[in-house]
């Protein structure tokens, strides 16, 4: 298959693709697709990054009836973060489909938002394992015209405990369905989810042992009480833009986040011991390049698919291999480049030589580092800050509207703005940070499609 017009999907479908300059299906479209489409269970290995969402998206898009307001598709998540990436993705993908819904329900959500909206059901609904059956048990969800589910990530939804949820939810689905299966791994835990899952299966792997070819690998060997030293140097040194940096603890993350941000660099923490809307605020700030830096314990590593993100950060090596590679996965996605920089004490180097990842493209001395890193620098400072509008989609809020009222009320010109994130009740949008204060106070006093809005800076 040389292109996506070589399959019969919707044309909204297609021209969504177009909009989105995806032209060639990556190895795992290729093969999922047909398969999908053909109405056949897929068990997939495939990992964060191989185009796997779109795999398993386009064909329920395609087979969505948008005049049945009931959910006709189901995504199982192991994580909140990897559910609202689900959704955004499905939303590109179905842009051009009118009358579709697409929800995502997940802890840390307002259940009673969740409950609300089921009175005109999603269509598409992607939701972590004990969010979904608490609605099951609250008898909120119905079911019963489910064509297909997909179980995304089935080896951390084991490793997470949600066998038993998993179970509840797969038993209050139709017996006539498609089931789809993706996951990195394939653990015995995983095929028996398989066997008492899905019907004759199709088995399909396009999932890669390495880091991609286009990803230069760069280690800097270190005393161990050098880390935190030697990675504030490394992103004073190099474009700081669209870094994650990898640690493994909450108390590291949130230590060294606060060590970057007293030298001025542009830094927000992720990790799980955060409230709920101060990881999704991180997230969105850091999509749309208002924060240069995350640093993120592995929580972050699935899920975090972000065009922004250049730089891969390994300031502590993670307990395994398949970690490791799933964190320098993150960048080097759909054939761009990207840089992986691995902080590596001996006994790392131990270690990576057990994993069989020695392999480094270049070694960067802490000398050479703390020369470049004396340089002036321009980029401490972030470009961008985002505003906050407490309307969005449930107040009929577009991007659209958005841009129209910072242009007409603000005075801004249309290159001045940057991405724009709609949600249920918010929005946010990134512009210039010299121009974000006058933007705020002529949008506080002029109108977003007729309605005055609580606007403000995300801090």
């Known amino acids: 298959m040389a292109s996506f017009k070589d399959l019969a999907l919707k044309p909204e479908l297609l021209q969504s693709l177009q909009d989105l300059n995806f032209t060639a299906p990556t190895p795992i479209q290729e093969s999922a697709v047909p398969a999908l489409l053909q109405g056949q269970d897929v068990a997939g290995q495939a990992e964060t990054g191989s185009g796997k969402t779109a795999a398993f998206g386009l064909p329920i898009l395609h087979n969505i009836d948008t005049t049945l307001q009931q959910v006709q598709a189901l995504v199982i998540v192991p994580t909140r973060e990897l559910a609202v990436q689900v959704r955004l993705e499905l939303k590109q993908l179905g ?140 992103l004073r040194s190099t474009k700081a833009g669209g870094t994650v940096v990898f640690v493994n603890t909450r108390a590291t993350a949130d230590e060294l986040t606060a060590k970057l941000q007293a030298q ?117 400072a972030a470009a961008f800050a985002t505003i906050y509008i407490n309307g969005g989609r449930k107040d009929k809020i577009s991007p659209k509207d958005i841009v129209g009222a910072l242009i007409a009320e603000a005075g801004l010109k249309a290159d001045q703005i940057g991405k724009i994130e709609v949600q249920d009740r918010q929005s946010f949008v990134a512009v210039p940070a010299n121009v974000a204060q006058p933007a705020i106070e002529s949008l506080g006093k002029g109108k977003i499609k007729g309605r005055k809005y609580k606007v403000g800076i995300v801090k």
């Open 264 to 380: 001025g660099l542009s830094a927000r923490a992720l990790h799980g011991g955060m409230e709920q809307p101060d990881r999704d605020k991180a997230m969105t700030l850091f999509r749309n390049g208002s924060t240069r830096i995350l640093v993120a314990t592995d929580l972050a590593a699935r899920g975090l698919d972000i065009d922004v993100l250049q730089n891969i950060i390994h300031v502590e090596l993670p307990d395994d291999a398949a970690s490791y590679l799933h964190r320098s996965g993150r960048t080097g996605r759909a054939g761009k480049g990207g840089t992986v920089y691995t902080i590596i004490t001996s006994r790392d180097e131990q270690k990576l030589r057990e994993w069989n990842l020695q392999q480094v493209d270049e070694w960067l001395s802490v000398a050479a580092l703390e020369k470049s890193s004396a340089k002036p620098s321009s980029e401490k």
């Open 95 to 234: 842009k051009n489909i009118e009358n579709l819904k697409i929800s995502a329900f997940y802890g840390g959500h307002a259940f009673s938002q969740e409950r609300a909206s089921l009175a005109h059901p999603p269509q598409v609904l992607i939701g972590t394992p004990g969010r979904l059956t608490d609605h099951l048990n609250r008898r909120t969800l119905d079911l019963t015209h489910t064509k297909q589910v997909v179980l995304d990530e089935g080896d951390k939804l084991l490793e997470m405990g949600f066998e038993e949820e998993i179970d509840q939810v797969i038993g209050s689905l139709p017996g006539r369905r498609q089931t789809i299966l993706f996951s990195a791994t394939m653990p015995e835990g995983v095929k028996a989810l398989i066997a008492n899952s899905l019907r004759n299966p199709q088995f399909i792997k396009a999932t890669s042992t390495t880091i991609p070819d286009q990803v230069k690998l760069i280690g800097i060997k270190v005393e161990q009480g050098q880390r935190q030293e030697v990675v504030s140097k490394l």
